[in-house]
């Protein structure tokens, strides 16, 4: 009797200490998150006031019928839904060939695998800053080398022209994102058994089936929790996209213009933000369930 007592005594003990480690944890998530989330949901059922003294006034649901009549909205999100697709699926072919080359022996990988990180690893606004520069209009680099070539005119400003910039600020997220899909890729190389390719081999298959039959179901997994976590961040993208060009038309920024430019919209702006919040989270739990089969 003795002894059960003392188990469970030195259980809640346990309990509690554990409680007591969380807890501050809990308090950041929610002071950083949660708070800031329902904070937005709130906003979002108001005409927000930027004027000291000047209160908020309730307006129901009418920030939501505004967002979803609004033909800049649907322009926005459709580009963002092409964005977020073009980049995942291009970091993702990127980042798999790149580690299938790095995961053979040769002279100097070590160095190789190093500096293939560095577009991940490098200041952010450093490498937009390079980018800026080899599309610059007249002396960039590269609008010399096409127009000699004469792919586009001289001078021709592919940044700052709304129908190319998209193009660009796609391009550039793939190079700057697909070091992450490699390095993932690359572990899960490496962790594959040996004995899978030897067995193969001596069936008699050939380097694509042993690449369709071993190496893509073993990194099902991981590929498909990358497709994950680059679509949450690239459908959210907002700073890549904003110093690179102000003009690629998606989301974020049509929410940043919304609150802050002009004459600023919070209240609409915290709308569209729920519904992209809402969406999200139902599209997550979709592919969770369907694709990663949690």
Do not use: C, H
């Not at 708070?35 to 000291?52: H, R, T």
């Not at 970091?91 to 500096?115: D, H, P, Y």
């Not at 919040?277 to 089969?293: E, N, P, R, T, W």
């Amino acid at each position: 009797m003795t002894q059960s007592v003392k188990v469970s005594t030195l259980k809640i003990k346990e309990r509690n200490l554990g409680w007591k480690l969380i807890i501050p944890t809990i308090l950041i998530i929610a002071a950083l998150i949660i708070y800031p989330v329902i904070y937005n949901i709130y906003l979002s059922f108001y005409d927000v006031s930027i004027s000291p003294g000047k209160p908020n006034v309730f307006v129901g649901f009418q920030n939501y019928v505004d967002v979803l009549t609004d033909s800049d909205f649907w322009i926005s999100f459709s580009k963002t839904l092409a964005f977020t697709l073009l980049t995942v699926v291009g970091s993702i072919l990127v980042g798999l060939v790149v580690a299938l080359m790095m995961n053979r022996k040769f002279i100097g990988r070590t160095l190789v695998r190093a500096m293939l990180l560095l577009p991940y690893i490098t200041p952010l606004i450093a490498i937009v800053f390079a980018w800026r520069y080899v599309f610059l209009p007249i002396d960039g680099p590269l609008i010399r080398l096409l127009s000699t070539i004469g792919i586009v005119d001289p001078g021709v400003d592919l940044i700052n022209n709304p129908n190319n910039a998209f193009w660009v600020v796609t391009i550039f997220n793939i190079w700057r994102n697909f070091p992450f899909v490699y390095l993932m890729i690359l572990s899960r190389l490496q962790s594959i058994s040996k004995t899978l390719y030897e067995a193969a081999e001596i069936d008699g298959a050939n380097a694509w089936q042993k690449f369709r039959s071993i190496t893509l179901p073993e990194l099902y997994f991981v590929i498909g929790s990358v497709a994950l976590l680059r679509g949450i961040w690239n459908f959210y993208k907002f700073d890549e996209v904003y110093l690179m060009s102000k003009f690629a038309g998606t989301l974020p920024l049509y929410i940043y213009e919304k609150a802050f430019l002009g004459v600023p919209e919070q209240g609409v702006a915290a709308a569209i933000a729920t519904i992209l919040f809402v969406g999200m989270m139902a599209l997550i739990g979709f592919y969770v369930k369907k694709v990663l089969k949690w």
